[in-house]
């Protein structure tokens, strides 16, 4: 079975300093893993993932996130946050080894508000 | 020009009747998904359409019948609605067929449902 945590469901930081949104999974085989965005009423925007290769992933608007494969961990930075970043963020995991290796598994969301 | 677009927005209805939701998608992708979201913003898969054909289906009322007339479209009929079936329903897309499990999902604006 895969599943993935999201340890704060709230996260508030200054603006202009580092954000991070943390993220863990479990899974029997290898993992892809994906990081989304929830602007309020909106639907779930794709910010990166992580397939193979690098363990450092570049996304949309800034975001980076790096794989940690002994952590069994894939947390969400920046280096600089903007007011614009504040939303829900979405960690979620698919197992290459389940039968249902088509079903992504979202966690609990954590809800980013950066302060001016 | 809208990726996956989703009819309607929103959707106030009383308890026992029956509604349905629409998407469609522009992208060419081969798979839909339907996903409920609750009032504590959890993310959960309902059911998945690969090519016209039924791939996933989680654990969901019978009340709940997806139908795809085409690889663009995956419509969700509900009948006779619950209290308990208020939520946010989204529709998503991607590319690939059984073995896509590391394309991303590309989601439609959601349909937010209240139950009276």
């Known amino acids: 079975a895969q599943s993935v945590a999201q340890p704060e469901d709230q996260v508030n930081v200054a603006e202009g300093n580092p954000l991070t949104v943390k993220c863990t999974y479990s899974v029997s085989g290898n993992p892809y893993l994906f990081w989304y965005v929830q602007y309020p009423n909106r639907g779930l925007q794709f910010l990166l993932k992580y397939i193979t290769g690098d363990n450092l992933v570049k996304g949309s608007y800034g975001f980076e996130a790096e794989f940690n494969k002994s952590q069994t961990s894939f947390h969400l930075k920046k280096p600089s946050a903007l007011v614009s970043d504040s939303a829900l963020y979405f960690c979620?995991?698919?197992?290459?080894?389940?039968?249902?290796?088509?079903?992504?598994?979202f966690g609990s969301g954590t809800q980013l508000t950066v302060l001016p | 020009d809208t990726a996956v677009s989703q009819t309607p927005k929103y959707l106030v209805t009383q308890m026992g009747n029956d509604k349905s939701i629409k998407c469609e998608q522009n992208l060419g992708h081969d798979t839909m998904y339907w996903y409920k979201q609750d009032s504590k913003k959890f993310l959960k898969i309902m059911f998945s359409?690969?090519?016209?054909?039924?791939?996933i289906n989680e654990t969901v009322p019978n009340r709940f019948s997806p139908k795809s007339p085409d690889k663009a479209h995956l419509n969700l009929h509900i009948n006779s609605l619950e209290l308990g079936d208020s939520a946010v329903y989204f529709c998503?897309?991607?590319?690939?067929?059984?073995?896509?499990?590391?394309?991303?999902?590309?989601f439609g604006p959601g349909t937010r449902l209240l139950v009276l």
């Open positions: 998503a897309s991607s590319r690939g067929g059984p073995s896509g499990s590391q394309e991303t999902q590309y």
């Open positions: 359409y690969n090519n016209k054909e039924l791939i």
């Open positions: 979620a995991v698919r197992d290459l080894s389940s039968g249902s290796a088509r079903q992504l598994t």
